[in-house]
């Protein structure tokens, strides 16, 4: 089926945050007056998830397109698209029947239907460390973990989410059909549960809690607002032993049960039916009652469509319900004149057959105009053009990135450079644009980040070239860098993964090398970085002297009949006096699993305290296309010390 023309992902609040401090607070939109833009009418496919059943609540699943109706803002619909998702059951046996069939019963389920839509199942857990202890935060992993061993499908997508008092709301994992990913990111969730608090029975500690949870509920509501564009249902399963009924039945201040009920209302609105498990359990009955936190469950269960569950350790049997409630559904589609103005429109369903309960979403959202853009999220746009493998706003164009380490020093160590072609930048648009420069951690926290504002109908026609430098501690990175279109939302996307290792004390060690080629007279634009002392940031042309008009970096594929390879490498040496170093170079195919010795000669040595950086002319063989690895090895013959790196290229 045909994907949505428009959608808004759900993104890290917590990210947005960081966000908020690292970039600029206004852009070149924000500070003129601008020229209102033109939008083209486009008819576009709306797609709308239904799941019907009998009195009984048994799913039926033998409709076809004609037996449905749907309204669009009161307005009948040709249905034009149509696809039923049914997800196959085991047949219940007879007890000498199970006992006999026990291990065929054990087997896996057969999967849902491959669909090319993007109205497959989703599902997003999120546990709250903030109402949490110790004992319900490991149940609640727990609880999850079994559900996506027994009941996620090969086409769900999924997303892990927590809460914490002291850095909000993160996407520990975005929605991925990857689900090994999401089952490592459960596990490795160390936080301690608890946080919202306060000393004592003072007015003034109550008066902090209230605070600490009108923030809680906001930054939930935010996340439930920014779901509201991504089609279909989106199933939250909240783990948390909700918000004691002191706050929030407290007759002299209703605000926190006012904005729970608005949270919940949101969450209906985007079609996010809540199924909250209470992590305390058959704990919370030996509480007095205004302590405990099952009315707020049931509340935000209620009024956004979905189900509340007493006791998180009753885990399988809570599983097999959100399972059976999501498992069979259909999809209708039909085309409208999309228009950008940001109106809601309300849909019904109905089914001819007699006796079939409808359920649908109730609605969904016109794009709005970039330029209408809150700020908030122009900052999701932001971040799901940078993390998601599939942004949901738009297809985003690409041009190379790469990420290399290239020295130990704590002020500057990695540089992030890619090469933009001109062609990209006219496809985004060559007035008022931004290059943004992200890198993010293992748990997808901003570790560091640079912006600039550019105007590319100012500058030359030709190809460019962006750079950093930035500080990073030890460990695994993804780095991105996006520009941006800050009047249409047009974006292209960079992206590179990167290793910083531990530092090095003595011995050799060699940093992973920059391809170069023979080129003519480029353009480099350095993006701003946080500023020390003068004279503290690494230069590019000071990591690697040798770029001039005659040597320009290599990020693209290499084409098949080049003979040789430029590639400068720096190697340092600690704490050995006069260093002879020995290099050898190889090739390295992963396809027959081979390792070739490659012949080269130095071009060029610059020294830089105890670095030296060397110029390479690496002679290749002839190469398929396809990929290959660039190894370099390094031994000083005096210590024996050895250090190699690799680098992946394309042959095209």
Not at 15 to 39: D, G, I, R
Not at 307 to 329: C, G, L, P
Request: net charge negative; glycine share 4%; with cysteine.
């Amino acid at each position: 089926m045909k994907r949505n023309s428009f959608y808004l992902a759900l993104l890290s609040t917590a990210l947005l945050f960081s966000l908020h401090h690292l970039l600029p607070s206004e852009t070149v939109q924000e500070k003129q007056e601008l020229k209102p833009l033109e939008y083209e009418v486009t008819v576009v496919l709306k797609l709308v998830q239904v799941f019907v059943t009998d009195n009984k609540g048994k799913p039926v699943t033998d409709l076809s397109k004609d037996d449905f109706l749907v309204y669009d803002n009161g307005k009948l619909q040709r249905i034009t698209d149509f696809e039923r998702h049914i997800l196959p059951q085991p047949e219940k046996l007879s007890p000498p029947e199970k006992k006999e069939e026990e291990k065929l019963l054990e087997t896996e389920i057969p999967p849902a239907q491959e669909m090319a839509s993007r109205m497959n199942r989703k599902f997003f857990f999120l546990v709250d460390l903030s109402f949490n202890d110790g004992l319900g935060m490991i149940k609640s992993k727990k609880a999850a973990l079994h559900f996506m061993d027994t009941h996620v499908q090969p086409t769900d997508e999924i997303a892990f989410i927590t809460y914490s008092t002291i850095s909000g709301l993160g996407v520990r994992e975005y929605l991925t059909t990857d689900h090994e990913k999401i089952r490592m990111a459960i596990k490795k969730t160390r936080e301690l549960p608890g946080g919202i608090e306060g000393e004592g029975e003072t007015t003034s500690a109550n008066e902090l809690i209230k605070r600490q949870i009108l923030k809680y509920l906001e930054e939930i509501r935010l996340f439930a607002k920014s779901l509201r564009y991504i089609p279909g249902y989106k199933n939250i399963i909240f783990f948390s032993s909700g918000i004691d009924r002191t706050f929030l039945y407290d007759s002299d201040d209703p605000s926190i049960r006012y904005e729970l009920e608005g949270l919940s209302r949101e969450l209906s609105t985007s079609s996010c039916p809540v199924y909250t498990v209470n992590t305390e359990g058959m704990k919370a009955l030996a509480k007095p009652a205004q302590q405990r936190g099952d009315h707020s469950l049931r509340m935000i269960s209620e009024l956004s469509g979905g189900k509340y569950f007493h006791d998180v350790a009753r885990y399988e049997q809570i599983t097999e319900e959100i399972q059976d409630v999501t498992s069979n559904y259909y999809v209708l589609g039909y085309y409208v004149n999309e228009k950008w103005d940001g109106k809601y429109h309300e849909i019904e369903v109905k089914v001819k057959r007699e006796g079939c309960l409808v359920h649908s979403q109730s609605g969904y959202y016109n794009p709005e105009p970039f330029r209408k853009f809150t700020k908030f999220e122009k900052q999701l746009h932001l971040i799901d053009l940078a993390l998601s493998d599939k942004p949901h706003f738009q297809d985003p164009l690409y041009f190379p990135l790469h990420a290399l380490p290239f020295s130990d020093n704590e002020d500057s160590n990695i540089a992030l450079i890619s090469k933009i072609p001109s062609g990209i930048i006219e496809q985004t648009g060559e007035e008022e644009s931004e290059i943004v420069a992200l890198v993010f951690d293992q748990d997808n926290n901003i570790a560091a980040s640079s912006n600039t504002e550019v105007d590319f109908s100012k500058m030359p026609k030709k190809t460019l070239y962006p750079w950093v430098t930035l500080s990073l501690p030890p460990g695994e990175y993804k780095c991105r860098m996006v520009i941006r279109n800050l009047n249409t939302g047009k974006g292209a996307v960079g992206a590179s993964p990167a290793v910083i290792s531990e530092p090095s004390d003595s011995g050799i060690k060699l940093y992973p090398p920059l391809l170069l080629a023979r080129g003519e007279k480029i353009s480099y634009l350095e993006l701003p970085q946080k500023r020390r002392e003068a004279g503290e940031e690494a230069v590019l042309y000071e990591i690697y002297p040798f770029l001039s008009d005659k040597y320009v970096p290599l990020l693209e594929e290499i084409p098949r009949e080049k003979s040789k390879v430029l590639a400068a490498v720096r190697c340092a040496t600690f704490n050995i006096p006069d260093p002879e170093i020995d290099i050898s170079a190889y090739l390295v195919d992963p396809i027959i699993n081979e390792r070739a010795s490659l012949s080269y000669s130095v071009l060029s040595v610059a020294s830089k305290e105890e670095t030296k950086i060397f110029l390479f002319d690496i002679q290749l063989p002839e190469l398929r296309t396809g990929e290959y690895s660039l190894e370099i090895v390094a031994e000083e013959v005096k210590t024996r010390s050895r250090s190699e790196v690799k680098t992946e290229f394309r042959v095209k």
